[in-house]
T-cell receptor, first 115, second 113 residues
Framework: AQSVAQPEDQVNVAEGNPLTVKCTYSVSGNPYLFWYVQYPNRGLQFLLKYITGDNLVKGSYGFEAEFNKSQTSFHLKKPSALVSDSALYFCAVRDMDNYGQNFVFGPGTRLSVLP | DGGITQSPKYLFRKEGQNVTLSCEQNLNHDAMYWYRQDPGQGLRLIYYSQIVNDFQKGDIAEGYSVSREKKESFPLTVTSAQKNPTAFYLC????????????FGPGTRLTVL
């Protein structure tokens, strides 16, 4: 079965500092991996995805993520955090080798960027 | 929130009543999904549909029903059998291939009084 873990409920970082939001996954086949962001009382917005190829994926709003197959991780990063990055972040996985399997979402990590 | 609309934004229901949440998309996506979001639990899949006139149960389908009569519409009915319906409900759609991301609507917050 597929699963996603986001080991930190909350991440606090000072504005201008680099940020990392962690994600680890488990699938039986090869993964498609996604990051989404959610602002209060809104739907989720897509940030980036890993399908294949380069392990470093660049996405929207200056975010990037690094796929590490050996550690089964897909951590979200940004070199310099903004206060406006404060939101709830979700990692999601889909098993590309098991057609019909749907997205599985992690529990979310709340990012607070302090001015 | 892309080309997906959900209505209403807030919905209040008395216990024992059925209620239908609307989801419409103009993205020409084949697949549509309904999720439930509770604090600290992430998103849980209720139902999904890969094509018109076909849908499958997700992880928490009990007490919910759906229909997919048109490609652009995927309404969700929360029935009186759903024991704890108060939650934030999110509709999403995607192009059919599994490597494509989902586009989400703005959500409907349902409160049972």
């Amino acid at each position: 079965a597929q699963s996603v873990a986001q080991p930190e409920d909350q991440v606090n970082v000072a504005e201008g500092n680099p940020l990392t939001v962690k994600c680890t996954y488990s699938v039986s086949g090869n993964p498609y991996l996604f990051w989404y962001v959610q602002y209060p009382n809104r739907g989720l917005q897509f940030l980036l995805k890993y399908i294949t190829g380069d392990n470093l994926v660049k996405g929207s709003y200056g975010f990037e993520a690094e796929f590490n197959k050996s550690q089964t991780s897909f951590h979200l990063k940004k070199p310099s955090a903004l206060v406006s990055d404060s939101a709830l972040y979700f990692c999601a996985v889909r098993d590309m080798d098991n057609y019909g399997q749907n997205f599985v979402f992690g529990p979310g990590t709340r990012l607070s960027v302090l001015p | 929130d892309g080309g997906i609309t959900q209505s209403p934004k807030y919905l209040f229901r008395k216990e024992g009543q059925n209620v239908t949440l609307s989801c419409e998309q103009n993205l020409n996506h084949d697949a549509m999904y309904w999720y439930r979001q509770d604090p600290g639990q992430g998103l849980r899949l209720i139902y999904y549909s890969q094509i018109v006139n076909d849908f499958q149960k997700g992880d928490i389908a009990e007490g919910y029903s759906v229909s997919r009569e048109k490609k652009e519409s995927f309404p969700l009915t929360v029935t009186s059998a759903q024991k704890n319906p108060t939650a934030f409900y999110l509709c999403a759609s995607s192009v059919g291939a599994s490597y494509n991301e989902q586009f989400f609507g703005p959500g409907t917050r349902l409160t049972v009084l």
